[in-house]
């Protein structure tokens, strides 16, 4: 199947089009066919060609596409730039705090900090994940960062966290709001 998808791709390059329309063209591609397949749409978009891709693997198309849509039983369920659509779904924004492994005190010392939301702790064998939503700008965040270091938490990471365009899927095509 992986060779009979690069022989269509290859017949639809043949006549040089300006526009290529590709319904799932990494499927039956192995890992490395799919990179090669990744590396020519983005050789193909600097060229000056516009592709329309329709996938179900969203880790290609989040990465190969300026622009998404998602359509969810025949309707638009969000669309636009592919920064936009992750702005928009995303709302609050995520940070991911990794701190050497920690006892119960942790949720009491994060407790102080109310503009943490939607609190996740894992914990691991080394290390305590915690995963948050935040509404705050960048001046804030860092603010946050300089109290978390102030309260003598031993912190190993603080980064944000983007939702990811599988998660904003599974969030914009709930199927209880059919």
């Not at 199947?1 to 040089?16: K, M, N, P, S, V």
């Amino acid at each position: 199947r992986g060779t009979a998808q690069r022989i269509a791709l290859a017949r639809c390059l043949l006549h040089d089009p300006s526009l290529l329309i590709l319904d799932e063209p990494a499927s039956g591609l192995d890992p490395r066919a799919r990179s090669e397949l990744r590396a020519l749409l983005a050789e193909l978009q600097a060229l000056g060609k516009t592709i329309v891709l329709s996938s179900h693997i969203l880790a290609d198309i989040a990465e190969v596409c300026t622009h998404v849509a998602i359509i969810d039983q025949g309707r638009l369920a969000v669309e636009g730039s592919l920064d936009d659509v992750l702005q928009q779904a995303q709302g609050a924004r995520g940070l991911v705090i990794e701190l050497l492994n920690q006892t119960a005190e942790l949720t009491q010392q994060l407790s102080l900090f109310p503009e943490l939301l939607n609190i996740e702790v894992k914990m691991t064998s080394l290390r305590t994940i915690v995963r948050c939503r935040v509404n705050l700008t960048d001046a804030e965040i860092n603010n946050l960062l300089v109290r978390l270091v102030n309260t003598g938490l031993p912190l190993v990471s603080f980064r944000e966290e983007s939702l990811g365009l599988e998660r904003i899927f599974l969030q914009v095509t709930r199927p209880e709001d059919r």
